[in-house]
């Protein structure tokens, strides 16, 4: 195996900054232990977190105005495991890639995966992608895919997802995550219960072909790029489809697929006590499905979305949740977000493991919301940077993993090696 990072560029920024870190870290150990909190089990727990990379995400994204490339993009997906194995290497955390088909070409499964094993990247969760057919055979998407009234329609759709399943199989994925596109844009375009009843029976056919040991996770959204209806628009629709499925079929929750002021964290909570909260998509937004950077907006949302999570493992409701990131970067090197990206997730899942469930639930019993309030913001207000650090160094990750990045002028080159793009399909959705 070898590394996309030289380990003894990573050994030596650390060494130059492991001192700092460990008085940090045990100034931090103190303040904890007043709280009975033993910061070595956080830390534990820090080092065996996971969340999936978008091979789309390591590509320059754009908007439907334009898109501007940066210098040295991944052209294809070894490129693009490549630029992930950077970000493994420095972050840690991010073992796995998550692969879209067919935004991600592949020739020869055998092959990509020995490359993948080869920097230790893994394949996590597959994405179909029935949203953007261009082809001139008379089956395009445009008005809908897996519910389109056209059954030759539907049927290419789903044989796009089973061969999706097919694909993630020779690389050692367990889960397909199915978006769709489908809806209308204006009122009386389609049936909504028509639609409905056959994304249902779509799925199915989709469902019969998941290997016994595999999730399917239902992804809603409730518009774009429908703007008057969307068939899969929210949690509810995702939920009685996922139920009608079978025990397979899971939701998955995109943080930027929820209409301005949704309390998300109240849905995942739902989901959970359905017993069908399947994954994240993690990203923030302002305004709609911006895909901006994780926790870059709303760093509270996440922290309370983990809140929610970290008590629900703590009482046995959930195991297995798949975390992946979807992002889009139109204006900073994809590296450096998915990074920061990377760590903000973490950082508040680590915040969550602070919060005293035992002393929370009491204060909810007796009725006292401003010292529930105070537990929340205090372990959100805690800066927990140093067990990050300290996890990623014992990892073999950077400490300071932007610093040790730029230090590789990695982009600079790789733009003397790959070609250079003017223009791409991914990472505009
Ligand atoms: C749709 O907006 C979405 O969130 C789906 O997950 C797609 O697979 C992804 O974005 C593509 O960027
Ligand atoms: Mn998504």
């Not at 959204?221 to 079978?246: H, M, N, R």
């Not at 499905?289 to 509270?300: A, E, K, Q, V, W």
């Not at 990045?405 to 959705?429: A, F, M, P, W």
């Amino acid at each position: 195996m070898f590394k996309a990072v030289n380990l003894e560029i990573i050994n030596a920024e650390n060494e130059k900054i492991k001192n700092n870190l460990k008085f940090d870290y045990e100034y931090l150990q103190k303040k904890l232990e007043k709280k009975n909190i033993n910061i070595n089990e956080i830390k534990e727990k820090i080092k065996n977190f996971q969340v999936a990379l978008p091979t789309w995400g390591v590509g320059t994204g754009g908007t439907r105005f334009s898109r501007f490339p940066g210098i040295g993009e991944p052209q294809n997906i070894y490129e693009k495991i490549e630029d992930c194995a950077v970000i493994n290497d420095l972050a840690g955390i991010t073992q796995k890639v998550s692969p879209h088909f067919p935004w991600d070409n592949v020739n020869d499964f055998k092959e990509l995966k020995e490359f993948a094993d080869n920097f230790g990247i893994g394949f996590d969760v597959v994405n179909s992608n029935t949203f953007q057919d261009n082809s001139r055979d008379n089956l395009s998407f445009k008005y809908g895919s897996l519910t389109n009234s056209q059954q030759s329609i539907r049927e290419k759709a789903i044989q796009i997802n089973i061969e999706a399943i097919e694909s993630g199989k020779k690389l050692g994925s367990k889960g397909l995550t199915v978006w769709i596109g489908d809806g209308g844009n204006f009122p009386g375009q389609m049936s909504f219960s028509n639609s409905l009843d056959r994304y249902v029976d779509s799925m199915k056919k989709i469902y019969s072909s998941l290997p016994k040991d595999w999730l399917v996770y239902l992804e809603h959204k409730p518009y774009e790029p429908a703007f008057y209806s969307t068939v899969i628009s929210d949690w509810g629709t995702s939920y009685i489809c996922a139920q009608e499925l079978g025990d397979q079929a899971m939701c998955l929750v995109d943080l930027g697929h929820h209409l301005p002021n949704t309390n998300i964290e109240m849905i995942v909570s739902r989901l959970i006590d359905s017993k069908k909260l399947g994954g994240f998509h993690f990203n923030d937004s302002k305004f709609g499905d911006d895909d901006l950077d994780s926790g870059s907006i709303n760093p509270y949302e996440l922290f309370l979305i983990f809140n929610e999570l970290t008590i629900a493992s703590i009482k046995g409701k959930i195991k297995n949740i798949a975390y992946m990131i979807d992002q889009s970067h139109n204006v900073t090197d994809p590296i450096e977000s998915l990074i920061l990206s990377a760590n903000e997730i973490v950082s508040n899942y680590a915040k969550s493991l602070l919060v005293n469930y035992e002393q929370l639930e009491s204060y909810q019993d007796s009725n006292d919301p401003i010292k529930c309030m105070q537990i929340l913001k205090d372990a959100f207000k805690t800066d927990v940077s140093p067990i990050i650090e300290q996890a990623r160094l014992e990892n073999n990750n950077a400490i300071d993993p932007i610093s040790v990045y730029r230090s590789l002028n990695y982009k600079e080159k790789k733009s003397k090696i790959r070609k250079s793009s003017q223009g791409s399909s991914s990472g505009i959705v």
